[in-house]
């Protein structure tokens, strides 16, 4: 009964690489989203997918790019790496057909970029 | 679309004590309301949620939350808080299908951190 599940947990980069972090669910759920949490800030939605095949932006998506692999995986890109994006990374997901059931949240990546 | 806003930062109780955090939203309608809690280190639980109906929603480990929408809250209560309780809690609205904002999208409140005094 894994939920989501995120890969690294923790990861350190030097400015200008670039990585990917994975994330996936079986759950079956069809919407799946990524957040970034900074202290004071909340969560703030990155990039989402609503369903298998789309994604969009969402509040703050600039240095990101994302990918959904197939209904189970959203991965999140960071191309070349700035000490801004220094961050905890969350991935959900959820099952949204009219009624909303909440969020699962994966258990974050913390991510520092010197 | 659909805002929230937690107005304290930082709520210091003693155990034993009663625990109400406050949750304010703005929408054009009865949003989708969560309450979450982030134990340090750890990823964010779901402790409740208010869809419809019965407007005191009973969560995981004691806690309750109450809809009120004359005043456009949802706040969170315990009655006696336990040292294990002492985490950040993030208030959640979602928008209604058909009734415009972001649909399927969650927007989280900025936290509150609790903690617990021995």
């Known amino acids: 009964n894994a939920g989501v599940t995120q890969t690294p947990k923790f990861q350190v980069l030097k400015t200008g690489q670039s990585m990917t972090l994975q994330c996936a669910q079986d759950m079956n759920h069809n919407s799946m989203y990524w957040y970034r949490q900074d202290p004071g800030m909340g969560l703030r939605l990155i990039y989402y997918?609503?369903?298998?095949?789309?994604?969009d932006k969402g509040e703050v998506p600039n240095g990101y790019n994302v990918s959904r692999l197939n209904k189970r995986e959203f991965s999140l890109r960071l191309e070349s790496a700035a000490p801004s994006q220094t961050s905890v990374y969350f991935c959900?997901?959820?099952?949204?057909?009219?009624?909303?059931?909440?969020?699962?949240f994966g258990s974050g990546t913390r991510l520092t970029v010197v | 679309a659909q805002s929230v806003t937690q107005p304290d930062i930082h709520i210091t109780v003693s155990e034993g004590a009663s625990l109400e955090l406050r949750c304010n939203y703005s929408?054009?309608?009865?949003?989708?309301l969560f309450w979450y809690v982030q134990s340090p280190g750890q990823g964010l639980q779901l402790l409740l949620k208010?869809?419809?109906?019965?407007?005191l929603v009973q969560g995981i480990k004691g806690f309750e939350a109450e809809f009120k929408r004359s005043q456009s809250s949802f706040n969170l209560r315990k009655p006696s808080v336990h040292w294990s309780d002492a985490a950040e809690y993030f208030c959640?609205?979602?928008?209604?299908?058909?009734?415009?904002?972001?649909?399927?999208?969650?927007?989280f409140g900025k936290g509150t951190k609790l903690s617990v005094k021995p």
């Open positions: 959640a609205v979602g928008a209604r299908l058909g009734y415009g904002g972001s649909q399927g999208n969650l927007i």
């Open positions: 997918s609503a369903s298998e095949g789309t994604t």
């Open positions: 208010y869809f419809s109906g019965d407007t």
């Open positions: 959900a997901s959820s099952e949204f057909s009219g009624q909303h059931y909440g969020y699962t």
């Open positions: 929408y054009g309608a009865t949003p989708y």
